[in-house]
């Protein structure tokens, strides 16, 4: 159980950089279609059932996600509540410039910690910098970022201050034609290359395969997507696979303007 509640959280905070850290670095619904104005996603543990079918093994939610946006597109507030009330849950607020870029995201957790995040960007509207601070001040992490002539992210640097004051990891990036990101390579601070994961899509830009590989190449795990999508095109419920055992389903409201 302590597993699958750190993969969520990792899944979390993947959902929230992307937020943050999309190609135009602005909180623009760039995977939704229509004017959305709410979405909730809920997860839970999944399994097959005497028919063969894949459903809850439980109706106790392992995490539940809520985006509020503004009729212009933007992220106005999120919230996660872990299912076991741990500080893991915690809301985030955001503040834009006139471009409509994020330049910063206030986090708040449960067990009252608080981590303010300032962006900085580049005359294209590229996030070029993101920087964490402590609610006293002193700097958690900091990001760094490169981009190509089509605005794809090819490059991140990430160093962590609460360890070691200096670089700690780099990854670069490969997108295909259409923008989406395919593969992501990184590298340790000593220049060592670490783990690699590729990923596949389909036709709406929804991701259908990731594959996990460690620094000699060797597949650790395979994760796979299937959607149902609503009549305006939207996904509103995935199933999420690893080595094709069917591992949690996540279900999706959205609510329109």
Not at 28 to 50: T, W
Not at 71 to 86: A, M, P, R, T, Y
């Amino acid at each position: 159980m302590k597993e699958k509640i750190k993969l969520f959280g990792i899944i979390i905070l993947c959902l929230l950089a992307f937020s943050c850290n999309n190609k135009k670095a602005k909180v623009q619904k760039s995977d939704l279609k229509g004017k959305v104005k709410l979405i909730e996603e809920v997860s839970y543990s999944a399994k097959y059932n005497i028919n063969g079918e894949i459903v809850r093994s439980s109706d106790r939610f392992l995490q539940k996600l809520i985006l509020d946006y503004d009729e212009k597109g933007n992220l106005k507030e999120s919230k996660n509540i872990e299912s076991d009330g741990l500080m893991r849950s915690y809301k985030q607020y955001y503040n834009f410039d006139y471009d409509g870029n994020i330049i910063k995201v206030k986090s708040q957790f449960k067990d009252k910690t608080v981590l303010s995040c300032y962006m900085i960007y580049d005359c294209a509207g590229n996030q070029i910098e993101r920087i964490t601070y402590m609610a006293d001040g002193t700097i958690q992490r900091k990001e760094s970022y490169v981009y190509d002539n089509w605005g794809n992210q090819i490059e991140e640097y990430k160093y962590n201050y609460s360890t070691f004051r200096y670089f700690t990891l780099k990854l670069i990036n490969k997108y295909d034609v259409k923008g989406n990101k395919v593969e992501t390579t990184t590298f340790k601070y000593d220049g060592e290359r670490g783990s690699r994961n590729t990923s596949k899509y389909d036709n709406n830009g929804n991701q259908t395969e990731i594959c996990y590989f460690n620094s000699k190449d060797s597949l650790l795990y395979k994760n796979k997507f299937k959607y149902e999508v609503d009549k305006i095109g939207n996904w509103i419920k995935k199933i999420h696979f690893i080595n094709e055992k069917p591992d949690f389903i996540v279900e999706r409201n959205i609510l329109y303007y």
